[in-house]
Structure formats: structure tokens, C-alpha cells
Nanobody, 123 residues
Framework: QVQLVESGGGLVQAGGSLRLSCTAS????????MGWFRQAPGKEREFVAA????????IYADSVKGRFTISRDIAKNTVYLQMNSLKPEDTAVYYC????????????????WGQGTQVTVSS
């Protein structure tokens, strides 16, 4: 069993910052990328950012580029999402996910998912 557990969500005012964390545990599996996705009410789940696990190459959605930073701590088996200059449109449930593929922005390429953490940005 593989578990991904997110934390760090909450309520913040527009312009503020939050840092999300996601720790992987359980059965050893090959993860070549870990990513963050989000889903706002009434909308489809969308890609936010991903990082190549062994090398650290990062990719971002255009909507968060320059404001969000993804990073990882290999020793802690943890991926982070630092979110700055938050906007009300960033309000969503944020999910982390792990993939055996490199640098994918596609949901179906991710094999394991966390339960999600709510981020609410007030105007």
C-alpha cells in the first residue's frame, strides 16, 4: 500500500502565502515524478506543478508560474509546494500525486494520489 499524505492547506488572504507538504510512505515504488494538481468546485482537476524525483527538473502550469515553487526532499520522501501571491482563483482542493513517468502534466499518468488539502484564498 502506498500512501501520500498532504498537509499545509488553510485560509489565507489574497496576496498571502502557504506551503503545502506531501509525504509518501508505505510500499516502495518507483516514482520518477511527483506533482501537484488542484480541483475547484464545479471544475475539472488540473495540473499545477511537477518535479522530476531523481533530477529535480520542474514544470509549472502557466497560471502559477512565477508564484508557486515545487521542491522535494528525497531523504524525507516529501514534496512541497510553496505558494506566494495567492489569488482567489487559486482556491481549490490541492492533491499531490506520484508517477512513474517523467514530467507529465496529465492526470492519467499519475498512479498514486493523496486525499487532498483545501486551500481557500479570500479577496
Amino acid at each position: 500500500q502506498v500512501q501520500l499524505v498532504e498537509s499545509g492547506g488553510g485560509l489565507v488572504q489574497a496576496g498571502g502565502s502557504l506551503r503545502l507538504s506531501c509525504t509518501a510512505s508505505g510500499r516502495t515504488f518507483t516514482k520518477n515524478s511527483m506533482g501537484w494538481f488542484r480541483q475547484a468546485p464545479g471544475k475539472e482537476r488540473e495540473f499545477v506543478a511537477a518535479i522530476s524525483w531523481p533530477i529535480g527538473t520542474r514544470i509549472y502550469a502557466d497560471s502559477v508560474k512565477g508564484r508557486f515553487t515545487i521542491s522535494r526532499d528525497i531523504a524525507k520522501n516529501t514534496v512541497y509546494l510553496q505558494m506566494n501571491s495567492l489569488k482567489p482563483e487559486d482556491t481549490a482542493v490541492y492533491y499531490c500525486a506520484a508517477s512513474q513517468m517523467y514530467g507529465s502534466r496529465t492526470l492519467r499518468d499519475y498512479d498514486y494520489w493523496g486525499q487532498g488539502t483545501q486551500v481557500t484564498v479570500s479577496s
